[in-house]
Each structure stands twice: as C-alpha cells, then as structure tokens.
C-alpha cells in the first residue's frame, strides 16, 4: 500500500509538470451468468447464476494513466479485480514504466510494460470462455512483455522493428553512505549466469508494404524447480529456450492470415522443487499456430487452429529412467459474427480440442488416454457508445478426457463493457 500511495504522489507531481500530453482512460468488464447448469451425469447437476467469467477468472475494472512530453513518458494501469459483491485484489498490472526516446529511431522502455508490435494478430474471441478454450495472440507470436525489465526498441528503416528485452533484472540494493548502491542480493545465478542474461529476448520484424509482416525471435529459459504443467488445455509456451518464427499475411482485402512456430532448443533440466537435486530433463512440445481472419461488409470470420507435439520427459537422473512422451494437442474455433444493424451484431462459437495419449517408453501410461472436448454457442452484442452488452447462449458437451469425466455445462452469459 505504501508503494501504491508513493507510486500515485510521483505520478500527481509529473502529470503537473512537464508532460504535455497526459490522458487518463478507464474500462470495465463485468460478466456474470444468470443461469448456469452442470450436468454432473449420475452425482447431483448443479443450477444457479454466476459472477465473474468461467473458469474462475474475475470481472475486472482498469484506470490507465499515461504522460508523454517530447522524448520521455511513463504508463500506469490500476486493475481492480472483482468477485461475487467484493474486490478481491487492488494493484499495479500490465503498465508501470516508463520510456525514453534518445533518438528517434530509439526507444527505451523499463519496468512493467508491453510491446505488441510483433504479437500475433488473431487472437481469442466469441464466447470460448465457456465453450472450449482458444489459443491466444501469444501462442502465434510471444509480445514483449516485461516485468522488471529494460526493453530497447530500434526502427533503423521504414518497416523494420528490432528489439531486445532483459527480464527479471537486480533490485536496487539499500542506500549506503547516503547514496544507493547496486545489489545483486534477490539475482539467481544458474551456471555462473544471472537469471535475467538466460531470460533474454531478442526479435526482429519487416513489414514487406503491401504483402504482410515477418517475424522471428530467440526467447531465453532457465532451468526451473519441478517440471512444468503440461496438463489441460492448450496454453501459451514460456519459460524456456525457444526461436519463434511467423509470417502475417495482409496482402488481400479484408484478410489477416497469421501462422506462427515455436521450436525449442533442446532439453531443459528440472530439479526437485524442494531441493536441488536434478530430476531430468524436459523438452517442451513444439507449437504451430494459425490465425485466420477474413471481412466481407458485415461479415467477419475469425479462425483460430493449434497444436502442441513432440513435448517429452526424459527421467535420467532418476532410477527407472523412464522416457515419457507427451500428447498431441490440437485446437480449433470458428467464430462467425455479421452486423445486423449499425450497432448490433449477432455471432456463432464453435470450439474442440483433440488430446491425444500420453506415452511411457512408447506405451500408453494408464489414464493418459487423451480425449475430446466440444463447445458451441451463439451469442448477440449491442454497443452503447463506448460500451457494449453482449448476452450469449453456451454448451460445452459432456466428455472424458485422461480418464476423467467432465460434465456438460450450459451458460447463459451476459458480458458488460464500457469504457472513458
């Protein structure tokens, strides 16, 4: 809270002198269900409303607060997170940080931010919060996303973005002899390297004017405490070495046709979360993404396809030695939408996912037997303004998935937004 109070008195002092342009903008995203159903087969079904979106995650209100004057500024947002009647977490998220502009071909940002010059271009819509989950922007092509991070972002020449980013640097060490000094005291250091040179990221892109824009980049990983959480459904790749690679097609009229890879480098080691004695190694899976977006008039058509392959856990340091293949993992959404009206739309969710066996030594693991899952809704949205109310009709089919029966859920969603 002092942080916050400090935080809150600095950017008071800065909107008042010097920067020339200060904005303030807020939103807010309230979803609730007033009907929710779980068809639990033989144990007792479930009906009632909900608060919040599916899946635990929590409606949401943000205050952004940005200042620029001719080469230096600072951004901050305020998210305020809200479940049933109460707010459940107040803080500083995705902006805090500030940016410089020695050159113009130059820019330096440090602290909390993003970057999104390079992110992929199709990311999550309709109602896949509750059909089936969707691969995000990320999972194309991973943004610059810092945290305690110095990013350096170069335009030499008209289309060519190169940047660089160095996560999770030193903490500033306690003043001594009235001046503070630099400390190394909260960096991890893995084989002789602090942890924020093995979490580099460096890209680069070229908008080729009027085909499209390509793009790669080497992201940096550590070894971690325990391996990472494979289970569930598909999620964005991070916390180890990989080159990602993707091309965006824009080249048509009213086409986004984005593709994306990310391919690790070899194999990271694990070790014993509670110690640190090393377990083995894991390679994470490989991951091709495919964003499509196509408008016609009033017709917009969003598709989104994603796999994960060849993720494999080699126990060596362990005694059975054990070689476990992870499995295929592919996602699929269709999200059809045509605006019937200036201000009003109507749209179609359809989402599945296919999880293939989990292998040991090229043997099926018992209860890793993989599984489907199948959602579809329908939704309608009006907008007011600079806000909008979208109220939806969803099912996710009942299924098995790794032995484990999941029970079949309709939602009759209703999604509030306005923003300032």
Avoid: C
């Amino acid at each position: 809270m002092k942080k916050f109070i400090a935080l809150s008195m600095v950017l008071v002092v800065l909107a008042g002198t010097g920067f020339a342009q200060l904005t303030v903008k807020g939103e807010a995203n309230v979803a609730l269900a007033p009907l929710v159903f779980v068809d639990n087969d033989a144990k007792d079904d479930q009906v009632g409303p909900a608060f919040g979106r599916n899946d635990g995650d929590k409606s949401e209100m943000k205050l952004d607060v940005a200042g620029a004057a001719e080469k230096v500024g600072f951004r901050v947002t305020f998210s305020a997170k809200v479940s049933k009647s109460a707010i459940s977490t107040f803080e500083i998220s995705d902006w805090a940080g500030v940016w410089i502009k020695p050159l113009e071909a130059l820019k330096i940002d440090g602290g909390r931010f993003n970057i999104d010059t390079l992110r992929g271009k199709v990311g999550d819509g309709g109602l896949t919060n509750y059909t089936v989950k969707s691969g995000a922007q990320d999972d194309i092509f991973n943004r610059f996303k810092g945290e305690n991070a110095l990013a350096l972002s170069l335009t030499p020449i008209q289309g060519l973005f190169i940047g660089a980013q160095l996560n999770n640097v030193a903490d500033w060490g306690k003043e001594t002899g009235g001046s503070p000094i630099y400390s190394l005291r909260n960096t991890v250091w893995i084989g002789g390297v602090p942890e924020a040179y093995h979490n580099v990221q460096i890209a680069a892109g070229y908008e080729i004017d009027g085909v499209g824009l390509a793009r790669v980049q080497y992201v940096g990983g550590q070894p971690s405490a325990g391996k990472p959480d494979t289970s569930g459904p598909l999620t964005t790749a991070g916390g180890y070495q990989r080159i990602e690679a993707a091309f965006a097609y824009t080249g048509m009229s009213g086409l986004t046709l984005d593709v994306g890879g990310k391919i690790p480098l070899g194999f990271t080691e694990y070790y014993d979360a509670g110690t640190t004695k090393k377990i083995g190694n894991y390679q994470p899976a490989y991951q091709v993404s495919l964003g499509i977006q196509y408008g016609l008039d009033a017709l917009t058509i969003p598709v989104r396809v994603d796999t994960k392959f060849g993720g494999i856990t080699d126990n060596t340091e362990t005694d059975d030695k054990d070689t476990v293949s992870e499995a295929f993992i592919l996602n699929a959404h269709l999200w059809p939408s045509y605006k019937v009206l200036d201000n009003t739309s109507v749209g179609l969710d359809f989402g599945i996912e296919f999880i293939g066996e989990t292998k040991k030594d090229g043997t099926k693991i018992e209860g890793k037997d993989g599984g489907l899952r199948i959602g579809f809704g329908a939704w309608l949205e009006q907008l007011y303004g600079p806000g909008s109310i979208k109220v939806g009709l969803a099912y996710r089919v009942a299924g098995e998935v790794d032995s484990t029966k999941e029970p079949g859920v309709f939602t009759i969603p209703v999604i509030f937004k306005a923003a300032f």
